[in-house]
């Protein structure tokens, strides 16, 4: 491709300026190779004839495309030159206010003298972790990417600040600090940061001073290390100072200032620390008002100086040294008023003896006045023989004073700097550091001194430096890449340098001219024109001997040789040295001792006297020049940043009048060829500047390709074959491994292709709708002229026959002959007219008949091809149909025949269980009839009993009578007449008793007749029911062979009636096995009752049923039986209770009277000791073992009252021996016989009731039974008619999911039964240690020899199973338990242990835990366990800080802890909602307030670490899910590249960031929301944490928006909007709408919608306006700068229409805040929420290891 190709027609050119150095014009007509002019038409369309030439004048330079126009870096732009890069700072400082851009490897920062907001802690987390390249060009973008460097290369790094004085270099580099301070905060308390940035308003105090051109500007240089630990954490700091610009301590400028310090003490002298001073305004002394002007715009001096001082006592220098510094400061202001007289001879002069400010000078300093008024005005002349003290001009005196001052001042100022760096410094091992470099720029000025050539001369190593390092970078990218690397030819400056530092350079004739006696800067000049006159960068000026030119790599530079030999010198009179380290102050004697002099020893006895005087040797620091020094340094600097890997800063200053965005073109164009920017651009153009990756190139360049290429799975081939066929050189461009590298205006080439595509065919579609919409009109117009023209026809033809008719009347006068002529002619007119209109209807017809006939059979051809297709396509179908349906059936046929097979089976096996359950009814008739019989025979007993009784008593009446007459006492036969009334009384109440109970059992007896008769109907009823669905499956089961769905139906109907049935005959053999487990119980009773002499030991009969396999059935079940005894022995049992516990307590007394009496008995002691604690383990199990005792002593009782009866009846055989022996029976006998009879009565009653209490249990078990059988055919029932009026595919799957149903629920049920085994096999367990432990006891007891009151020896264990009771939703635990119990329900908790449980059941189980803790009103132990609740759960979250379950886990456990200690407190405020049982459960003894305030704090603490937790998951995908994944696919467009990521800006080893879609961020977000609401975590408080995480979205998606221009387009604010939609969806989906959560996504989505509206009118301003209400000004502002067209086609926002809405906006009155914090928390609310679970129903899993809690 030829370059004259690029000339031609509409492109558009840059041409030379005077005025603004550059300027745009565009070509009006194609350039040909060889012409002289190019013919150019200006912006203001005035034409221009520009010449051209091959030598003379060559082509103009090209300008980019406007869609590359405002790019973020330089190097990105197609063509690279010095106008393409003035112009786009220009645009992007101007249009988009944006002071950075990147130019490669260098940020280029241009001063807007305005404050800007782009500085805070939000922009500092925005850009932190970054790339570079990724976000906008920003200082922080480079200090992150040192950061990032230094961390992943383990090497260290530099970034070098430079510009002019007032480009911002300063407040660039405290940026940078304050990034590093932020980022990299000391993990310790020191608070290292803290004091890094505190060294700043220090230096800026002693280092900074208002210029013509700055109002703080630095006048020395610096580099400053920040020292990092291994863990990257700032770990100290050190400064280095380079060429302090002492002159302005004694001299200043128009309009300029000395250094800041003066001017703050002179502002705060006032002040009673600094009154001393005497100090008054800085007008009144000489150092401070040479320019004349003192104050600054904007700036208070004295809260600058409060700011100095807070700096200083943050850095450790006390007050003490910060007066002798603030003395030393005003000493030199003092200084400088001290006024020298000279003398009349001109050759001396004088101080006068009342010069105040010399005594003030003397007094800070502590100074001997008369030496210091004699030495200021004389200095002493040493010779090898002789000293001579000579008088000095008053001219010399001054100048010997000024220096004095520069030499204390430059002395104080490394004092400050070594107590800094001494403050800065640390003790751990500094592992790597950062340094910052804010050194001056490239300085030239109408008079150039020596400190501009000590600056130009480090800028030369500087741009050397940095010269080589982009070199190395550009290598390092091809090598990379692996393309042919060609040397590129760069500027090399070491010829400069050396002209200046080699030796018989510039710098070494200087030190030796002034080795020189009476060297002057005359002769060193002529010096340099004779040494350097050959040289190419050293020129003599024409018109000046005292002058030279160096040719820097920036510009000439002509250099003044006046006063070079004096700054180098650096000339101070060791005579008025001398006199200040006599100082009484030790810190000014400090001050102007050299380092190499060595202190004075204190442990010298010897003095050592030279034996001659001789000569003092000069000073080392006095020899040494100010070059030497400064070379010494700079060479010293470059080795440091050598050694480092450099990052570059260039500030720019706009302008000179600091006026705010404001750009004077001449002054960027002279700055930017000073600080090598150009360079970079030269050398990045030399290569191969635009780089592009393939995938990127292939999306941008598709519609260049052939739709063949498109579909070409290579996509870096498809490339390199475009690339061939539009490129012809094949220099222009190379492959890389990953991109594609141009040359320098190829892309530009690329665009015009592409546009030109475009173009031509905008031009197609424009050329086909605009023929159409003319062929249209013209349609339109012709049918008009025609229905016009027949209009007007008609309206002639009518006109013409009236005429006729009118004339007809005069015609029929005229002749016949003319009547004929005319009506014939008329006549063919008219044929002529009604056969032009037939035919022409017939012509109108006949087309309409054919456009009909058209339409018809194309519509019979499109009906027949599709009835075709359909056809074939149902055919198809239908035979895969039939094929599947084959197979199927075939399966489902081999499924029902084995289905059939097991029906034949189970129907046998159900004809045998009908046939056992009449058996059954007929074995539950013979029941009644022998309990009748038992019954019967009771009576008979009963009956015998009384006959017994009534002889006895007749015997008794016969002996009362024989009694009687033998002793005739009157008195005591009549009571014994009344006993006996009294007895047969009672006996005919027991006959009364005895009736109503026979009536009564007789009533019963008739109910269970009938009530068996209805059970044998019942059971008639099932029957007929099953045989009816029998029948009804056998139906179905014929009717299968005709329609295979209903087969498949009935055998899926089938399979479930086998599986009921199966459960059916289950439940039968489980009522068959209980039934006669019943009937074994009842002959157990019956035996033990009526057959005294043979029974069962109820030990062996507990551990019996302790042993069987059906755990259902307990001692319990028998003790129901004997409530009744159970009752009338109650208090009996309970006063056998006091009994023991009186003897219990008796026996305490005793052994310890006798441990008392006997003391010196030490086994006597022990014994007693070993008896305490038993009986204190005893004592520990008797409320466990109460019922268990009170079971036992109601079998005993019973057996004894059977032992009673069985004597009574032994004692009544014995009476009738007793008649017949005639032996005398007195009134005892009697009523002993009474009493037994009391007690049979009772034991008959007991009886009975037991009976009925049987037989009405045995009701209601059958009733029962009979109930959930109906139940289950009924749910059968409906299911099956559910299942047949569903669907094949649906009853498959009906029956599936019942199915799984069933599985689940008998899991369920077995899962209950294997805790209750568990449970079961603990307490026996349990029961087992007890008794064991009372065993060891007993043994122990009987060893010691407490015989007497030893428990009787147990000839078994005896296992008695306690009894259910109600349990009270209490836990009782040891006090040695509690540190278990904080490990296993806290410290070793997982959370997934408990999630098929009660939600937040440890904080459940620890309130149940503090509930019995109140209830016995332990406060030690309360306090305890809720103490080590919170140290527990804080020990847990500290040690899992990153885990977002155990943290949701415990934030939901301890909000619930804390509403139960609300629920359960008392308070009628939290009692509102309880039940009557949650009442019960309040706590009783203590107020828990204060710990209700310390689990809400807790709670708040464990939110926020959970917030903390989320949103440091999800930070990371945010940008990439809401901003750069593509949610609506092939919507993004590609615009071309812009920053080119360095080799080391992007992380290669991990193969790149990460990328998150929309669809992880949601689920991510899903995933939190389902922990917390699994683990029961309160609706609110998860609504306010997707509330607080909706927020972080928003924020660092708005943030990141705000600081990425390559976001700011159309087609990115609909993925924008189209990502928030989805993002409300979900909230919608999970009901968190209502949440506020949505509203913290309005700014964002504002954001989308702005980007999508249209930006040009005054209207589309105000709907903006009206639309962008949770925007502020800024944002809006910003968005609209930033925002990119993706192509040509798009337009950019004008600078006008911004304008525009920034007046529209300043009502607004919008804070100045461009970020969102991100850090911002909304305040969190836990609201009250009760539990409505009852503690007493709450089950803890045994799973959870918790055997040493007692439910109580």
Known sequence: MSVYELYTKF????????????????????????????????????????????????????????????????????????????????????????????????????????????????????????????MDPHIFAVAEEA??????????????????????????????????????????????????????????????????????????????????????????????????????????????????????????ASLPELRDLSLTSAEDFTYTSLGENIFIEGVNDAEDFKKTREAFTLLGIKDSSQSNIFKIMASILHLGNVAICPERDGESCHISRDDLHLKHFCRLLGLELQQMEHWL????????????????????????????????????????????????????????????LDIYGFETFEVNSFEQFCINYANEKLQQQFNSHVFKLEQEEYMKEQIPWTLIDFYDNQPCIDLIEARLGVLDLLDEECKVPKGTDQNWAQKLYKQHSSSAHFQKPRMSNTSFIIIHFADKVEYQCEGFLEKNRDTVYEEQINILKASQFQLVADLFHEKDDAPPSKTSRVNVRAAKSTPKAPNKEHRKTVGHQFRSSLHLLMETLNATTPHYVRCIKPNDYKEAFSFDSRRAVQQLRACGVLETIRISAAGYPSRWTYPDFFSRYRVLMQKSDMMSADKKLVCKNLLEILIKEPDMFQFGRTKIFFRAGQVAYLEKLRADKFRAACIKIQKTVRGWLQRVRYRKIRKSAVTLQRYGRGYLARRYAEYLRLTRAALLCQKQYRMVRVRRAYLRVRQAVVTIQAYTRGMFTRRIYWEFLLHHKAMIIQKSVRSWLQRKKFRRARNAAVVIQCAYRRMRA???????????????????????????????????????????????????????????????????????????????????????????????????????????????????????????????????????????????????????????????????????????QNLLREFSRLEQRCDNLKEELSLT?????????????????????????STSEV??????????ERQELESENKKLKNDLNELRKTIAERASQNSSSNELQDSYNLLISQLKAANEELDARKEEVLILRTQIVSTAQLQEKNEHIQESKKIPELNNSKEPVDKEEALEAYHGLCESKRLLEAQLQSQSRQHKDELEALNTQIELLKADIEKKQEILNHTMSLSPEAQVEYSVQQEITRLTNDNLDLKELVEKLEKNERKLKKQLRIYMKKVQELEASQAAGLTSRSKPELSRQVTVQRKEKDFEGMLEYYKDDEALLVKTLITDFKPNTVTATVPCLPAYILFMCIRHADYINDDQKVESLLTSTINGIKKVLKKNNDDFEVTSFWLANSSRLLHCLKQYSGDEVFMTQNTAKQNEHCLKNFDLAEYRQVLSDLSIQIYQQLIKVAEGIIQPMIVSAMLESE????????????????????????????????????????????????????????????????????AVTLNNLLLRKDVCSWSNGMQLRYNTSQMEEWLRGNNLYQSKAAATLEPIIQAAQLLQVKKKTSQDAEAICSLCTALNTQQIVKILNLYTPLNEFEERVTVSFIRNIQNRLQERNDPPQLLVDTKHTFPVLFPYTPSALSLETLHIPASLGLDFLIRV
Not at 187 to 203: D, F, G, Q, R
Not at 1119 to 1128: I, K
Not at 1547 to 1568: K, M, N, V
Request: proline content about 3%; aromatic content about 6%; hydrophobic content about 30%.
């Open 11 to 134: 492109t558009r050119v840059w041409i030379p300026d005077p005025e603004d150095v550059w300027k745009a014009a565009e070509i009006i007509r194609d350039f040909k190779e060889g012409e002289s002019l190019l013919h150019l038409k200006l912006e203001d369309e005035t034409p221009l004839e520009y010449p051209v030439g091959p030598k003379s004048n060559p082509l103009p330079f090209l300008r980019n495309p406007d869609i590359l126009v405002g790019e973020n870096d330089l190097t990105a732009l197609s063509y690279l030159h010095e106008p393409a890069v003035l112009h786009n700072l220009k645009v992007r400082f101007l249009e988009s206010n944006n002071i950075y851009t990147y130019c490669g490897i260098v940020l280029v920062a241009i001063n807007p003298y305005e404050q800007l907001q782009i500085y805070g802690e939000e922009v500092i987390n925005a850009y932190s972790g970054q790339n570079m390249g990724d």
């Open 147 to 268: 950061y990032k460097q230094m961390a992943r290369d383990e090497r260290n790094q530099s970034i070098i600040v430079s510009g002019e004085s007032g480009a911002g270099k300063t407040v660039s580099a405290k940026y940078a600090m304050r990034f590093f301070a932020t980022v990299g905060g000391s993990s310790t308390e020191t608070n290292v940061e803290e004091k890094v940035l505190a060294s700043s308003p220090i230096m800026e105090a002693i280092g900074n001073a208002k210029t013509t051109r700055n109002d703080n500007s630095s006048r020395f240089g610096k580099y400053i290390q920040i020292g990092f630990s291994r863990h990257y954490h700032i770990i100290g700091a050190n400064m280095r100072t380079y060429l302090l610009e002492k002159s302005r301590v004694v001299f200043q400028a128009e309009d300029e200032r000395n250094y800041h310090i003066f001017y703050q003490l002179c502002a705060s």
């Open 377 to 436: 005005c004389h200095r002493k002349l040493v010779t090898a023989s002789e000293t001579y003290v000579k008088t000095m001009s008053s001219k010399q005196a001054a100048n010997a004073r000024d220096a004095l001052a520069k030499h204390i001042y430059a002395r104080m100022f490394d004092w400050i700097v070594e107590h800094i760096n001494m403050a800065l410094q640390t003790s751990s091992k500094q592992h790597s550091f950062i340094g910052v």
């Open 894 to 1064: 081999k499924r029902q025949l084995k289905q059939l097979k097991i029906e034949a089976r189970s129907a046998e096996h159900l004809k045998k269980l009908n046939t056992g359950m009449e058996n059954k009814i007929v074995q539950l008739q013979r029941k009644m009839d022998d309990q009748s019989k038992e019954y019967k025979a009771h009576n008979e007993q009963l009956l015998m009993a009384n006959s017994s009784l009534g002889s006895e008593v007749n015997k008794l009446q016969k002996e009362l009578e024989q009694i009687r007459g033998q002793q005739g006492e009157g008195g005591q036969l009549t009571s014994l007449q009344d006993e006996l009334e009294r007895l047969r009384e009672e006996l005919q109440e027991a006959y009364a008793e005895r009736k109503r109970l026979e009536e009564e059992h007789s009533t019963e007896k008739l109910g269970l007749k009938q009530r068996v008769k209805e059970l044998e109907r019942e059971n008639s009823l099932l029957k007929s029911e099953k045989e009816e669905m029998n029948q009804r499956i056998l139906q179905q089961s014929k009717s299968a062979a005709e329609d295979s769905s209903v087969s498949q139906r009935e055998g899926t109907l089938q399979t479930e009636l086998d599986g009921e049935r199966q459960r059916y």
């Open 1089 to 1113: 009752k009526f057959h005294p002499g043979h029974r069962r030991n109820p030990s062996n009969q507990s551990s019996l049923e302790s042993d069987s396999n059906y755990p259902s059935v």
């Open 1119 to 1128: 003790g129901d039986t004997e409530d009744s005894v159970q009752l009338v």
């Open 1527 to 1594: 949610s609506i696919p092939s919507l993004a467009g590609v615009k071309p590249m812009g920053y080119r990521n360095r080799s080391s800006s992007m992380d290669t080893d991990g193969g790149g960031p990460s990328s998150y879609t929309l669809e992880a961020l949601i689920r991510q977000l899903g995933q939190f929301h389902g922990i917390m609401r699994d683990q029961g975590l309160d609706p609110e408080i998860v609504g306010q944490v997707v509330r607080q995480l909706f927020h972080c979205v928003n």
